[in-house]
């Protein structure tokens, strides 16, 4: 089995930061695809950001280009997920995922374990 484990959200002002972390246990983590998702109330889950094996490759939806920031340590089982310039509307309920298929993506349906999530709040 695999567990992930969410910390770091909280409540923070509009233009504040947050660096949430992902710990990974019960498998090798360090060649699948992460990723962070986040459900906001009333909206479906969407993806925000997703991180290849190796790191090289990421994924960020449009509107959090140019203030997260997605990375991961293989030696810690560890993936981060940066978040600078927060506005009221990336409140919501935080989701770490990885696949145990090997590849790329970044649609939901490839994503098959998934933490309890953490919650983040911004404030205007």
């Known amino acids: 089995q695999v567990q992930l484990v969410e910390s770091g959200g909280g409540m923070v002002q509009a233009g504040g930061s947050l660096r949430l972390s992902c710990a990974a246990s019960?498998?090798?983590?360090?060649?699948?695809?992460m990723a962070w998702f986040r459900q906001a109330p009333g909206k479906e889950r969407e993806i925000a950001a997703a991180i290849s094996c190796s790191g090289q490759i990421t994924y960020y939806t449009d509107s959090v280009k140019g203030r997260f920031t997605i990375s991961r340590d293989n030696a810690k089982n560890t993936v981060y997920l940066q978040m600078n310039s927060l506005k009221p509307e990336d409140t919501a309920l935080y989701y770490c995922a990885t696949t145990t298929r090997s590849g790329w993506g970044t649609t939901k349906a490839l994503y098959d374990y998934w933490g309890q999530g953490t919650q983040v709040t911004v404030s205007s």
């Open positions: 019960g498998r090798s983590f360090s060649c699948y695809t």
